[in-house]
């Protein structure tokens, strides 16, 4: 074989091989035109997602329910006395055809025994509420809303996410 022959096989490999390389080319292409005109779908796994939800806010809610309770205990007693004030004003009893009206001072003692029961009773179902359990009903409830209601709206939400700066593909969100 002479030194053409090797240049004719060098000819041959060289065309063969670029036209490969331009077949993949095109086939990737067509691919990528595919995928920029239909879009992509992407299924969100909740179940990591509902979790980290429910763990926050069991955290959260750990944190604030004392802090809450505390702060509705300091004000019930303005807000009942509030409430009360002028409410029980101008009391009387009637018996036949005598009426008995009371004096000021015996109205503020009763609107004061009325402030003291409400606070008595606002204290005692403070202290009997176990912050605890009421934590871990928010954060099942914050989980079984991610669930339920996160899948169904992220459903069909199309997000364009750019892939190169004159290639834009739509991603379809699903849920499950």
């Known amino acids: 074989m002479s030194g053409g022959g090797v240049m004719l096989g060098g000819r041959r ?18 691919l990528a035109l595919g995928v920029a005109r239909r879009g992509v779908g992407v299924a969100v ?23 809450l309770i505390e702060g509705a ?11 009360v004030k002028g409410k029980i004003g101008g009391a009387s009893l009637q018996i036949a055809d005598l009426t008995l009206t009371f004096p000021s001072s015996v109205v ?18 403070f202290d009997q509420m176990d912050t605890e359990t009421a934590a871990d009903r928010l954060a ?4 079984q809303m991610v669930r339920q209601r996160f899948g169904p709206e992220v459903a ?8 190169l700066p004159w290639l834009t593909v739509p991603v379809m969100l699903t849920g499950k």
């Open 73 to 83: 205990r300091q004000a019930v007693p303005a807000e009942v006395a509030a409430q």
């Open 108 to 125: 503020e003692a009763l609107e004061g025994r009325v402030v003291g029961i409400v606070e008595a009773v606002v204290n005692e179902v």
């Open 156 to 163: 069909g939400v199309p997000l364009e996410v750019r892939v």
């Open 13 to 30: 490999f060289l065309l063969g091989f670029v036209s490969g390389v331009l077949v993949a080319l095109a086939v990737v292409s067509l």
């Open 140 to 143: 099942d409830e914050a989980e």
């Open 45 to 67: 796994n909740l179940g990591p997602l509902a979790s980290s939800v429910r763990e926050q806010v069991r955290a959260q809610a750990a944190r604030s329910l004392p802090e």
